[in-house]
């Protein structure tokens, strides 16, 4: 991320994000908080010698996970899905996943990838050959495999948060090629792949990729990518399966080696505990350039009308949270709170209760495009004035926000302690029975800062990046002909 945020020109929206980003990290190290408050899908790959019982390693990391989310560094993220109800101890049916191997080793080594729903959304299974849009058709051959990634990457625009890494599975059938795609995650970015034929197609991907300037959180920019990783497993002569997991730049992953007898930590992975932490910036707080737009709720719609995209925002007062539980509930129920003239944000922090009030620990904004089939009603209802998230939303939202004055913020996503700091209180809660993530939280916020990429005037910059990216594809995939 370093790398990336060097790459930028200063100034630029990707280098004001990236700055976000740097100094959220540099928090969560500090705090030793969530770096993102989507702590994922805990997905646990462990290697034993054949005398380890399984059944006690289960149950120690069931226990570790619900100790984890006690404390708030993971966020009750486990949810009946029938019933919408959140087990609050990230337990249940399915989570966390935990995969157990034999190995000839005598240690243990366990594995945990932390991997948010906006990434994982993104997730795309090719059964080749395909046509695919701007590239043509993708033939059952390595050339195929570089088109599907690299239509993957563009698909994904800003709503993995990007830049993000992709693993790539080639074979396999659908449910072993995506658990085979996460598996690549975990090598490390700088790695060569030892199949000199995938190694040249990763070394291809990053070569190009990045040419598409989706940038970071789809603003445009230089770095769209930071890795790609590609495996390979034998498959049916009659499939052919490409899988590709994409990842956040937030990309959480950590481990351990274990003596099998004791239990004492060997060795960490991916992590050096004698090598200090250099922090990514040497700044905090907002980096200002003058020209930022204060907003202070309730909004009205001349204030509303007078931002176009590209605007730096920097809104104070009110804001209520809500996503998908919240959107829709309210097209069937009237809103708990006055929404007129308010800012509703698409985010499911982390809080916990201290005392008789609560405390956000990590707030960062959620993939806006869900309530896409909601957001324009809602706004047109309710009066909402402010919709902020992130990766942008579609035509019906945009048409919305022209003919009833609001518009659409973009946020940094993952960026959960930079935005916990903008809070300044919590002042209520509405539907807490969706369980805390999904719950309606009312925040007071303080310089909260975001910019505009849909605006009332009927422009987005997701439409004209997306437009633009696939020009860059398209030519992309001319080159390599
Ligand atoms: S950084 Fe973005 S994609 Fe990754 S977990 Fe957080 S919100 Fe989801």
Not at 5 to 22: F, M
Not at 32 to 52: L, N, S
Not at 180 to 187: D, G, P, V
Request: aromatic share 6%.
């Amino acid at each position: 991320m370093k790398h990336a945020l060097h790459a930028e020109p200063v100034g630029t929206r990707a280098s004001q994000a990236l700055t976000i980003i740097g100094q959220n990290i540099d928090l969560a190290v500090d705090h030793e908080g969530a770096i993102c408050q989507d702590t994922g899908m805990p997905t646990f790959e462990v290697k034993t010698p054949v005398r380890v019982n399984q059944i006690l390693v289960r149950d120690e990391i069931r226990r570790a996970v619900v100790e984890a989310t006690r404390r708030g560094k993971l966020r009750p993220n486990s949810v009946d899905s029938i019933t919408g109800e959140n087990s609050g101890d990230n337990l249940g049916p399915g989570t966390p996943i935990i995969h157990f191997e034999q190995w000839e080793r005598d240690d243990v080594e366990i594995k945990l990838i932390l991997k948010g729903g906006g990434c994982e959304n993104t997730n795309a299974q090719y059964a080749l050959p395909v046509e695919l849009p701007h590239l043509g058709r993708a033939d059952r051959n390595l050339e195929g495999v570089r088109k599907c990634i690299l239509h993957a990457v563009w698909n994904a625009q800003g709503k993995g948060c990007s830049p993000g890494a992709v693993g790539v599975s080639v074979g396999g059938d659908r449910t072993s090629g995506y658990a085979h795609a996460k598996e690549q995650l975990f090598r490390t970015l700088d790695d060569v792949n030892p199949d000199r034929r995938l190694a040249d197609v990763e070394a291809s991907i990053m070569a190009t990729v990045n040419s598409l300037e989706i940038g970071t959180m789809g603003f445009g920019g230089n770095v769209t990518l930071i890795g790609c990783k590609i495996g390979a497993q034998n498959r049916l002569p009659a499939s052919f399966f490409v899988s590709v997991a994409y990842d956040c730049w937030a990309f959480r992953r950590l481990g351990v080696t274990l003596n099998a007898t004791t239990g004492a930590i060997e060795q960490w992975l991916y992590r050096d505990p004698s090598h200090p932490i250099i922090p990514m910036l040497d700044q905090s707080g907002f980096t200002r350039t003058g020209r930022e737009v204060r907003l202070q709720t309730p909004v009205t719609e001349e204030q509303i009308r007078s931002l176009k995209v590209g605007d730096v925002v920097l809104v104070s007062g009110r804001m209520f949270t809500g996503r998908d539980a919240v959107h829709a509930h309210l097209m069937k129920h009237d809103p708990p709170v006055d929404l007129r003239g308010a800012v509703l944000y698409h985010c499911g922090p982390v809080v916990m209760k201290e005392g008789d009030g609560w405390r956000v620990t990590a707030a960062g904004p959620t993939t806006s495009i869900r309530e896409e089939p909601y957001q324009g009603e809602i706004i047109r209802r309710y009066g909402v004035r402010v919709v902020i998230g992130k990766g942008g939303m579609g035509a019906k939202t945009l048409a919305a926000l022209g003919s009833h004055g609001a518009v659409y913020l973009n946020a940094i996503g993952g960026a959960a302690q930079f935005y916990a700091r903008a809070i300044t209180g919590v002042d209520g809660v509405s539907l807490l029975e969706f369980g805390t993530p999904e719950a309606m939280w009312h925040l007071t916020v303080d310089d909260f800062p975001a910019i505009v990429t849909m605006d009332a005037h009927g422009n987005s910059l997701h439409r004209d990046i997306e437009r633009e990216s696939g020009e860059h594809l398209e030519a992309l995939a001319f080159s390599a002909q």
